[in-house]
């Protein structure tokens, strides 16, 4: 197995922010040929996800549903005021492994990597590792 920490800087309190070609370059390095590449976030207001990254509004859409099922406005008892981000990272979520063909990941026509920032702006970890098969 091979690792790479990789940063990522936000620059706005809700953001995706495509992650698509350091992943691919990390796989490229690793060499692994055929096998996975998992991706995890270990922050707590934080998410990884796949989706379409040919247009920016999607991504835009996606803070903006997010939003409206979750808002920042609620009553929470978690006095941070931060618990929106909570909820929208555990939806989400903090992990997710991607096929590797002949040292290529295997992602759609249209998907792409989004690390979803839903805390910001901070400075945030990605752990990187390749397994091959």
């Known amino acids: 197995m091979k690792y790479k920490r990789v940063k990522v800087r936000s620059n706005k309190r809700e953001e995706l922010i ?11 390095e690793s060499a692994v040929g055929n096998g996975k590449l998992s991706l995890y976030v270990p922050h707590t207001t934080a998410a990884v996800t796949i989706n379409e990254t040919a247009d920016p509004d999607v991504a835009t859409d996606i803070i903006n549903g997010l939003n409206k099922l979750i808002s920042a406005c609620k009553p929470f008892r978690h006095a941070e005021g931060n618990s929106d981000a909570h909820i929208k990272s555990t939806l989400v979520g903090c992990s997710m492994d991607i096929p590797i063909i002949d040292n ?7 998907q792409g990597i989004f690390f979803c920032e839903f805390d910001g702006p901070r400075t945030r970890e990605i752990l990187l590792t390749t397994e091959s098969v």
């Open 104 to 110: 290529k990941l295997v992602l759609g026509t249209w």
């Open 18 to 28: 495509s992650i698509t070609s350091t992943a691919q370059d990390f796989v490229t």
